[in-house]
Structures are given as structure tokens and as C-alpha cells.
């Protein structure tokens, strides 16, 4: 397994158009995690997913903002209508939750930029 | 509310210790976390420690916890050139596994 797989990598889009991310976990993981980073921040918790249920969205999460994880396996978050503002690098995280101090994996991210 | 804060830059020579500083607001964190970010990268988990623990130490990194102030630092021994990255601590809310980050320090290793 090479760990937690996002793509694309990049993506530049113009305002307006919708984007969407895919996230693959390490396989088995059953938790899945979606953060924002902003340039010179911290990542902020969007969502997160046990096996295939969205257990949390965050207020950050606007109705543009969806994401899914059908089959508990892989995630897919979905920008619809893309603003400037959403510009920023989106990291995906899973682990396999057995309690507190489950150790979270991130993947390498996607950073959108919208023009 | 959830909050964590830390120092924003940290400059030190090669082979100096760092030490980099957070606080943090949640009283019922369990876990606390240290990651590492390089840039363009994504995030690299360094260690963690649980909240009934004082002290921790896995090779060059000590993380000390004191609990009664939520402060939590981390020490890095004989800093190196590669150490140079962007430092984040997190605090996992209990039950969850869901981390709130510090906003992140920036040290930079001079030769």
C-alpha cells in the first residue's frame, strides 16, 4: 500500500465551474477525513466519514461543498460553482479508528485555484 | 470553544536544539499531535502523546505536555538543514479522531 492517494494535484479552474477531488485511503482504513488548508494556516476540519457514512460536516461546509464515500472505500468532495475564495490546498486523511490516538494519514492534497 | 495556538517563526543554527511552542483550549483532548509539512507537501505525522503522560521521547524529538497550562512543545535535538519545515500541533476531539490544527511554525535551520 503507498499510503493515501489524492488527485489530481492540481487544479485550476474558473469561477463558476464545478471541481471535484478524489481521495483513495489506505485500504481497510474505515475513517476518512477532509481538511482545507489557506496559505499560512493550519489545515480546517471539513468532514469526515465512517466506512461509508459522513459522520460530521463542518460549518466551514457550505451548500456548494459535497462530498460522498459510497462504497467505504474511496471519497470523492465536490465544489459546485467554485468562488475565488475557495482557492486553497484540500487534504484527505483515513486511519482505522479503534479510539482515541488512532494515528491519521494524510495524502499529498490537491491545491485548487480558481481564477 | 476549540482553539490552538503556537508562535508563528523559530530561526536556529545547525546543531542547535529547536524548541517549538503551543497552547491549546480543549480540556477533553485525549491525544496531542505533532506533524510536519514541507513544502508542497502534504502532512507527516512526527509523534504523538496522550494527555496522562508528562513527556515523551522518540529519538532526536522530546514532546513535553503540561497539562494544567494545555502547554505542549516540542524539542528537536541536534537540529538539521532538513528539519527546516513547517511545524503544526494538532488536538484530537475526543471520540472522533477529527484534529484541530495550530495555524503552524516555520523554522528554518541556518548552516
Known amino acids: 500500500d503507498t499510503g493515501v492517494s489524492q488527485d489530481p494535484r492540481h487544479k485550476i479552474t474558473k469561477r463558476g465551474q464545478n471541481v471535484t477531488f478524489r481521495c483513495d485511503p489506505i485500504s481497510e482504513h474505515n475513517r476518512l477525513y477532509w481538511y482545507r488548508q489557506t496559505l499560512g494556516q493550519g489545515p480546517e476540519f471539513l468532514t469526515y466519514?465512517?466506512?461509508?457514512?459522513?459522520?460530521?460536516k463542518s460549518r466551514l461546509l457550505s451548500d456548494r461543498f459535497s462530498a460522498e464515500r459510497p462504497k467505504g472505500s474511496f471519497s470523492t468532495l465536490e465544489i459546485q460553482r467554485t468562488e475565488q475564495g475557495d482557492s486553497a490546498m484540500y487534504l484527505c486523511a483515513s486511519s482505522f479508528y479503534r479510539g482515541d490516538g488512532t494515528e491519521a494519514f494524510f495524502g499529498q492534497g490537491t491545491r485548487l485555484t480558481v481564477v | 470553544g476549540e482553539d490552538v495556538e503556537q508562535s508563528l517563526f523559530l530561526s536556529v543554527r545547525e546543531g542547535d536544539s529547536s524548541v517549538i511552542n503551543c497552547t491549546y483550549t480543549d480540556s477533553s483532548s485525549t491525544y496531542l499531535y505533532w506533524y510536519k509539512q514541507e513544502p508542497g507537501a502534504g502532512l507527516q505525522l512526527l509523534t504523538y502523546i496522550f494527555s496522562n503522560m508528562d513527556m515523551k521521547q522518540d529519538q532526536r524529538l522530546t514532546v513535553l505536555l503540561n497539562k494544567k497550562d494545555k502547554h505542549l512543545s516540542l524539542r528537536i535535538a541536534d537540529t538539521q538543514t532538513g528539519d527546516s519545515a513547517i511545524y503544526f500541533c494538532?488536538?484530537?476531539?475526543?471520540?472522533?479522531?477529527?484534529?484541530?490544527f495550530g495555524q503552524g511554525t516555520t523554522l528554518q535551520v541556518k548552516p
Open positions: 494538532a488536538e484530537s476531539i475526543r471520540n472522533t479522531g477529527k484534529l484541530i
Open positions: 466519514f465512517q466506512n461509508e457514512a459522513q459522520l460530521e
